[in-house]
Each structure stands twice: as structure tokens, then as C-alpha cells.
């Protein structure tokens, strides 16, 4: 099974090519059924790899050909199929599946269904790319690939100017963390003359290496990290991103892309722990984010935006784990976020088709009979992603907690804090859009309906996944096994013994009393915003008043107006300074009186033409000999 | 080859300059395009003569070989620019180069 591994990546691209080369051929819902099954496929090969790895089969590097080659350089074109890739594998093949076949209703009557689905092939086939490669360079280039496709997605409807300013934002974004990434490669390959994964690792445990390299190559790759996992200060092209369809904000900008950073610091763990001064600027980034995120998502009324700010601060909060050395718990959350975050997405995607492309939660209202399904899943999700046990996103976000509090008490408390923001968030928007009385009256010819079969069953599976998936990793506290620490335990068990922990090592009860201070905290939450939101429901249309903090909050902290203010206008006026100066009046000049003087020259010489062949023969004859003398007085 | 040598290769030297530079005189002093156009037969039989000449006393039968090919190309340029006179001449009733000139400026 091993050795067909390139089949896992092959299939998308196949799909991705026929659709794009077939665009007017395929008919209906064609298109999207090619591609669903070009992503079932490569699934139902992850789930054989993943049975065979559970029973002890030995990770595999499985080499396509050699690529580049060159003096003590070699690059191949490999796969590494271990315990960390297949679990990737299973997130974006089987959460990517179902989303395929999400769209296949959601997209239905778009005019661009084939272009749709031929991009989100894409879009997999680069993403299992990068989480398949078994050297930095494969893993880049799924890492530019996702980027791409995530550009051409994000701006899918590209009639609308907006939608396109979105995805440069986004593309440029990511442009700036990549930068990092792709120094980070060349100081690696001065650094250990190899790409390889396990030929650096290896390296790592045996070779000396100063730290202060071994930092500047981890803090270069967590800036890549940064621009593609949306962290402070490259996220705000996250929730911009939210411009393409809602199934792209699903896969792509909440279970699998922007968790490409996550991934990609698991897999770099052994770097990372060589490099404190890096776990420490991971953690403090990541846990600011999750608290700016959260806050800001408390006051947003886009359904998308809020969901989309909910991303960047549960990104933070898989910062936070892999910054305390939680790795195992990075991995968890992301896995059980992939579900839930896309069944919260899914969820608003087929609210907003129930109100035909209504997206301002304070004109919903009361959706909790009229799209009964809808609403039961969307629970569903929200109590997941909220914490509450026994669903998944209790279990992954405890792991991050014990993991935080292992390092230091202050940083628990404050990603307690980051947690309560999610329930507040989270319930306020489940209470404005499913309770209360609409805002708005429902529009006779278009009146409210739930969505089609082909889209609420990938809801309700993932649904089914976000209730079970956190019995992955049930602590040992609850009678356990914590499956997916001994599932991982091959890749991370190294690392997470190097890392130095504080003195407050919780167990026992100390671990009990972790788990039910948050858990009491959060449902005392959810009753005020329940009393807030259902029971005096008053939500004010328009600009209400607010108080500073809410008001900086609903205004992102002026983060993206500071960044015009600081990179955006300068370089403008940079540009402007160049075209005006530089290109108008220097180079400009330059060239025009190059030709003028082309010109002018010509006017006069042109008299030697005589028309006379005598004197045309003259020349030549003078010509000659004068050409004879010169080289004879050279020699 | 013995016989060739009778005469020094000064000699064929000398003889070769003097050919080239009445063919080079008489493209510059004529102005009938026929004479011109044997000025430069002229020229280019006195290049053929004098590589003739070395390859005789060096011994080497390359020079010999570029002269046939010269007088290939030579034969070719000649078929070609006596078609050209004649259509000038047939246009214009006259070969007198002074009096083409209206190709100018």
C-alpha cells in the first residue's frame, strides 16, 4: 500500500485537469461529482494506511525520483507516509470530501459550478501535496500551491471588485510570511546541506549546532507559519478571505489550509524545541491572538466574519499548545476544529441559502423552526467548539489548557480567557440567529427553506465527528486511553521530553479542578448571553452605542486602517513618488530624447546618399583601405 | 611545378597588385557600368592568380580549389548583374551610372 502513495495526490490533480480541460463538457452536476470522487478515492487509500499504521507498520519514505541533484544537494521527490501525514491525510481527504459534496448543493445554480469544482481539486491535490512531502522544499511548494488555489477561490466571484481586493490581500499576505519561510530554507540547507526531514532531525540529535541558528531558522519559519495560519500581525486577511463561496471558507480558511502553519510546526518539532526563545514568541503570539480574535468576533454581525475571526483565535490556541510544547494537543485541537469549524461554516453556509445570500445576523431571527435541521447541527457544533463535554472541542481545548498551565499559571488564565470569549461569541451569534423574531420580514417569493439532502448530510456526518471525535483523546483522568497521544507519541514523544516545564506540574486533582473552573465559567457565560440575547432580546439595528473597548473591538482595532496608515500609504506614496519622478520625468526623458537624437542625426547624415554609384563606390574603396591601414598599424 | 618556378614569386605578386589596382581605378574612373562591372572581373582574376601562385609554391592544392570556387560564384554574380544591365537598360536606354541617381535622400 505504501509504494502507492503518489496515487493519494495523483487523483485530485487528474480530477482538476479533466474538469479544466473538459469545461464545457461536463453537464449538471457533473463536474462535481468527478470531483468528489477524485477526493473519496485518495480517502478510502488514507483510511487502508491509517488501519495499517495502527497495527505497526513502520513509517515509510517512499522516493518518486531524485529532483534536484547538484554538488552535496540532493533533493528528492518524496513522500513521507508516518503517523503525523496520514492524520493530515484523513483531515483533508475526509473533511475535503464532505465539503465536495456540500457544494455540489450549495453551488448548484452558480454559473461557475465546473470552474468551482476544477479549483477545489486543486486546491486538495497541493494540499496533500504539502502534507505528504517528506523534505521542506515538497512541503512548499503544496504551501504556494494552497496559497494559489486559495487566491483563485477567495476571488471566485471575481465580478465583484471587493472579492478580488480580498484575495490580493490575502495572496499578498501570505507573500510576506512566506519571505520567512523561504529563508528559513536557504539558512537550512547552509545550516545541514539537506531538506530532508530526517536528515535534519537526525542532525539535530547528534551534530552541535549554535542555538542562536537554530532560533533564527525556527522564528523564520513560524513567520511563515504566521502568514498562513492568520496570526497577529498577518491576519486580517482572514476574515477578508471570507469573500469566496462559503464551502471554500469551510475547507480551505477553517479545517485544512490555515492550519498548514500547525502542521508544519508539528512536523519541524525537534527544530522547535531547540529554540526556547521561538516556543516563547509562538506562545505569546498565539495566545494574543486568540484573545484579539475572540474579542473582536464578540462584536462582529456578519455571520461569516464572526465564524472567521472564531478561526484565527482557535489558530491561536494551537499557537499556544505547540509554543508550551503541547504538540500532541496542537494536533488534537486542529483535528477536532477541522470538524467542527466546518460544520459551524457549513451550517451558516446553508443559513445563508436558506435567506438567499442574507449574511447580517441581526436581520435573522427565530431560524430554529423554520430550518430545523440547520439548527440542530449548528448546536451541535457550537457546544463543541464552546467546550462543553463530552463533545470533542472539551477534550482538545482541555489538552491545550494542561499543556499551558505546565509552562506557566498566567498563561492558562489567560487562554481561559480566550475560551470564554469562544462560548460568548459563539452563543451570542446561535441565540441572535435560531432564537427571537425575525428582524426582517421573510420575503413571500422567496420564502425560507431548508437545504437539499446533498447538503445536510455532510453536515450531519461532520456533526457526528464533532460529538465523537474529542473520544480520540479521553485523558487518562476519565478512564481513557488518550489514543491520540500514544498514536502520536512516535513523533512527538521525542520533543515533548526536551521541553522544560514549570514547576506546576498539574495531576490528579489539580488536573480535575482545571477542567471544571472553565467548565462552571462557561455555562455561568452562556446563561448571561442567553439572558441577554433570548430573554430581554434587544438588538439594535444600525450603530448602537458602545462603550470604548466594544467599540474598538467591533472596529478590529483599527488593525487593517493602522496598516494602511503605516505600509499602505507609504508605499503608495513611494510609487507615486517613482512614477511621477523616476519614471515620467527621468526615464521617460531618457528614452524619448534617444530618440530625438536618433532622429536628428539622421536628418543631417542622410545627405551622403547621394544616389550617385560612383560616389557609393568611393566610399567603399576609401573604406576598405582605410580598414587595411588600421590593421596594419594594430598589429 | 618546376616550371612555375622559373618565375620568382615576387614577380606573381607584384603582377597581382598591379592587376587589382587597374581594376580598382577602373571601377572608380568609369562610368560605363560594363567597364565597371570587367573592373571587377578584373579584380577578382587577380586574387584567382595570385592564390593560384602560392598554392603552386607551397605546395598546396587548397588555393587551387578557391580559385574554382571563386570562379563558381564569380560566373553566378556575373549572370545575375549582366541581367540587371539589361533591364536597366531596357528602362531607362541608357548604362551610364552617372545618370542613375534617383535613389537618394
Redesign the interface.
Known amino acids: 500500500m505504501f509504494e502507492y502513495i503518489w496515487l493519494v495526490p495523483l487523483f485530485p490533480l487528474i480530477g482538476f485537469l479533466l474538469i479544466a480541460f473538459n469545461f464545457r463538457r461536463f453537464k449538471g452536476i457533473a463536474a462535481g461529482v468527478t470531483a468528489s470522487v477524485m477526493v473519496l478515492i485518495p480517502f478510502l487509500m488514507s483510511l487502508v494506511l491509517f488501519s495499517n499504521l495502527i497495527a505497526g507498520a513502520p513509517a515509510r519514505t517512499v522516493e518518486l525520483f531524485s529532483w534536484i541533484s547538484f554538488d552535496k544537494l540532493s533533493i528528492p521527490f518524496s513522500f513521507l507516509v508516518d503517523r503525523l501525514s496520514v492524520l493530515m491525510l484523513l483531515i483533508v481527504t475526509g473533511v475535503g470530501f464532505l465539503i465536495h459534496v456540500y457544494s455540489i448543493g450549495y453551488m448548484k445554480e452558480d454559473a461557475g459550478f465546473n470552474r468551482f469544482f476544477s479549483y477545489m481539486n486543486l486546491f486538495v491535490f497541493f494540499m496533500l501535496l504539502l502534507v505528504l512531502g517528506s523534505n521542506y522544499l515538497i512541503l512548499f511548494i503544496g504551501w504556494e500551491g494552497v496559497g494559489l488555489s486559495s487566491y483563485l477561490l477567495i476571488g471566485f466571484w471575481f465580478k465583484n471588485q471587493e472579492y478580488n481586493n480580498a484575495a490580493k490581500k490575502a495572496f499578498i499576505m501570505n507573500r510576506i510570511g512566506d519571505l520567512g519561510f523561504l529563508l528559513a530554507l536557504f539558512i537550512l540547507i547552509k545550516t545541514f546541506g539537506t531538506l530532508n526531514f530526517d536528515g535534519i532531525f537526525a542532525q539535530i540529535a547528534t551534530v552541535p549546532i549554535r542555538t542562536s541558528t537554530i532560533t533564527i531558522i525556527t522564528l523564520l519559519l513560524f513567520a511563515g507559519a504566521i502568514g498562513k495560519s492568520a496570526q497577529i500581525p498577518l491576519f486580517t486577511w482572514l476574515p477578508d478571505a471570507m469573500a469566496g463561496p462559503t464551502p471554500v471558507s469551510a475547507l480551505i480558511h477553517a479545517a485544512t489550509m490555515v492550519t498548514a502553519g500547525i502542521y508544519m510546526i508539528a512536523r519541524s518539532n525537534l527544530l522547535f524545541v531547540m529554540a526556547p526563545a521561538t516556543l516563547m514568541t509562538i506562545s505569546v503570539i498565539g495566545i494574543a491572538t486568540a484573545l484579539m480574535a475572540g474579542a473582536i468576533a464578540i462584536y462582529q454581525n456578519d455571520i461569516k466574519k464572526i465564524l472567521a475571526y472564531s478561526t484565527v483565535s482557535q489558530l491561536g490556541f494551537m499557537f499556544v499548545a505547540l509554543g508550551s510544547g503541547a504538540f500532541t494537543g496542537a494536533m488534537f485541537h486542529l483535528t477536532t476544529h477541522a470538524f467542527f469549524k466546518a460544520l459551524l461554516f457549513l451550517g451558516a453556509g446553508s443559513v445563508i441559502h436558506a435567506l438567499h445570500g442574507e449574511q447580517d445576523i441581526r436581520k435573522m431571527g427565530g431560524l430554529k423552526d423554520k430550518i430545523p435541521v440547520t439548527f440542530w447541527l449548528f448546536l451541535i457544533g457550537t457546544l463543541a467548539i464552546a467546550g462543553i463535554p463530552p463533545l470533542s472541542g472539551f477534550f482538545s481545548k482541555d489538552m491545550i489548557l494542561l499543556g499551558a498551565f505546565h509552562i506557566n499559571p498566567v498563561l492558562w488564565i489567560l487562554s481561559v480567557i480566550a475560551a470564554l470569549m469562544t462560548a460568548i461569541y459563539m452563543f451570542r451569534l446561535l441565540y441572535v440567529v435560531f432564537w427571537g423574531k425575525a428582524a426582517v420580514a421573510e420575503n413571500p417569493k422567496h420564502p425560507i427553506h431548508e437545504s437539499p439532502y446533498s447538503m445536510t448530510i455532510p453536515m450531519a456526518v461532520l456533526a457526528i465527528l464533532a460529538v465523537f471525535g474529542g473520544l480520540l483523546g479521553v485523558p487518562h483522568l476519565f478512564g481513557g486511553d488518550d489514543r491520540i497521544q500514544s498514536f502520536l507519541a512516535p513523533q512527538f514523544s521525542a520533543s515533548e521530553s526536551l521541553i522544560k516545564r514549570g514547576e506546576t506540574v498539574a495531576e490528579g486533582h489539580t488536573e480535575l479542578w482545571l477542567m471544571i473552573i472553565p467548565l462552571i465559567l462557561i455555562l455561568g457565560l452562556i446563561f448571561l448571553v442567553h439572558a441577554r440575547f433570548v430573554k430581554n432580546r434587544s438588538i439594535v439595528q444600525g450603530e448602537p452605542k458602545r462603550s470604548i473597548f466594544a467599540n474598538l473591538a467591533y472596529r478590529k482595532f483599527y488593525v487593517d486602517e493602522l496598516y494602511r496608515q503605516f505600509f499602505e500609504r507609504p508605499v503608495t506614496s513611494l510609487s507615486s513618488f517613482f512614477h511621477d519622478v523616476i519614471e515620467i520625468k527621468i526615464i521617460d526623458r531618457v528614452v524619448d530624447q534617444t530618440g530625438v537624437l536618433v532622429v536628428w542625426i539622421g536628418r543631417n547624415i ?2 551622403m ?6 560616389a557609393y ?2 566610399y567603399m ?1 576609401i573604406s576598405i583601405i582605410l580598414i587595411l591601414f588600421f590593421n596594419l598599424f594594430n598589429k | 611545378m618546376q616550371n612555375l618556378q622559373i618565375i620568382p614569386l615576387d614577380y606573381y605578386i607584384f603582377f597581382c597588385s598591379a592587376l587589382f589596382a587597374i581594376g580598382v581605378v577602373g571601377v572608380l574612373v568609369k562610368r560605363n557600368a560594363l567597364v565597371i562591372f570587367m573592373s571587377i572581373e578584373l579584380m577578382l582574376n587577380s586574387a584567382n592568380l595570385l592564390l593560384a601562385a602560392f598554392s603552386a609554391y607551397r605546395n598546396d592544392p587548397a588555393g587551387q580549389i578557391f580559385v574554382f570556387f571563386i570562379m563558381v560564384v564569380a560566373a553566378a554574380e556575373v549572370a545575375i548583374g549582366l541581367a540587371l544591365l539589361v533591364m536597366i537598360y531596357r528602362s531607362t536606354h541608357t548604362i551610364d551610372i552617372n545618370v542613375l541617381n534617383k535613389l537618394k535622400w
Not at chain 1, 609 to 614: C, E, H, I, R
Open positions: 542622410r545627405y546618399q547621394t544616389g550617385n554609384v560612383g563606390l568611393f574603396v
